[in-house]
T-cell receptor
Framework: EAGVTQFPSHSVIEKGQTVTLRCDPI?????LYWYRRVMGKEIKFLLH????????ESGMPNNRFLAERTGGTYSTLKVQPAELEDSGVYFC????????????FGQGTRLTVV | KNEVEQSPQNLTAQEGEFITINCSYS?????LHWLQQHPGGGIVSLFM???GKKKHGRLIATINIQEKHSSLHITASHPRDSAVYIC??????????FGEGTQLTVNP
């Protein structure tokens, strides 16, 4: 069984550009989460999908960030326009339906905005 | 102050030593996770606990719900155990709140 996959693994973009990160969860996992670690800080929650619906997007930093999960399969996280403070590692995790199930993480996307 | 505090932040040990990493939290939780991240790698879930103790190989995780404290122990440590160990708690909903992580280096 394939794990959670994220693409790209690294991205370097200039301030003001747009970047789209993709996450493919484990097949059958209704829960999909986006998290972010910025330099020197702990990993922080961004948002949670249950299938195609946004269950909780309270962690999204501002309206430059847009997450989608059309069809309830893979998810994209778009940053437009990117700012320097958006640099960090973006992790995706997925889990089976239910509140207290084990989460499986992807390798992360390292985003650098210059 | 972070809702999840880990100690120590950095830990250097000699191969074979017994290692303990601590995690304290200040909120009500439904479960606590211990995660491992190797340099340049993704995050791997080691344990998910809601009570008591779990063991997997040389790793042991314990949790005391009343004291809001968990520990991760590594017996007979090995250089390949070198990684960042992260404590995360599941609070409201199913989101995770993370500690800052403990950087463990095990020297041969």
């Amino acid at each position: 069984e394939a794990g959670v996959t994220q693409f790209p693994s690294h991205s370097v973009i200039e301030k003001g550009q747009t970047v789209t990160l993709r996450c493919d969860p484990i097949s059958g996992h209704d829960n999909l989460y986006w998290y972010r670690r910025v330099m020197g800080k702990e990993i922080k929650f961004l948002l949670h999908f249950v299938k195609e619906s946004k269950q909780d997007e309270s962690g999204m930093p501002n309206n430059r960030f847009l997450a989608e999960r059309t069809g309830g399969t893979y998810s994209t996280l778009k940053v437009q326009p990117a700012e320097l403070e958006d640099s960090g590692v973006y992790f995706c995790a997925s889990s089976h339906p239910g509140m207290n199930t084990e989460a499986f993480f992807g390798q992360g996307t390292r985003l650098t905005v210059v | 102050k972070n809702e999840v505090e880990q100690s120590p932040q950095n830990l250097t040990a000699q191969e074979g030593e017994f290692i303990t990493i601590n995690c304290s939290y200040s909120v009500g939780i439904s479960a606590l996770h211990w995660l491992q991240q190797h340099p340049g790698g993704g995050i791997v879930s080691l344990f998910m606990l809601s009570s008591g103790k779990k063991k997997h190989g040389r790793l042991i995780a314990t949790i005391n719900i009343q004291e809001k404290h968990s520990s991760l122990h590594i017996t007979a440590s090995h250089p390949r155990d070198s990684a960042v160990y992260i404590c995360a708690v599941r609070t409201s909903g199913s989101r995770l709140t993370f500690g800052e992580g403990t950087q463990l280096t095990v020297n041969p």
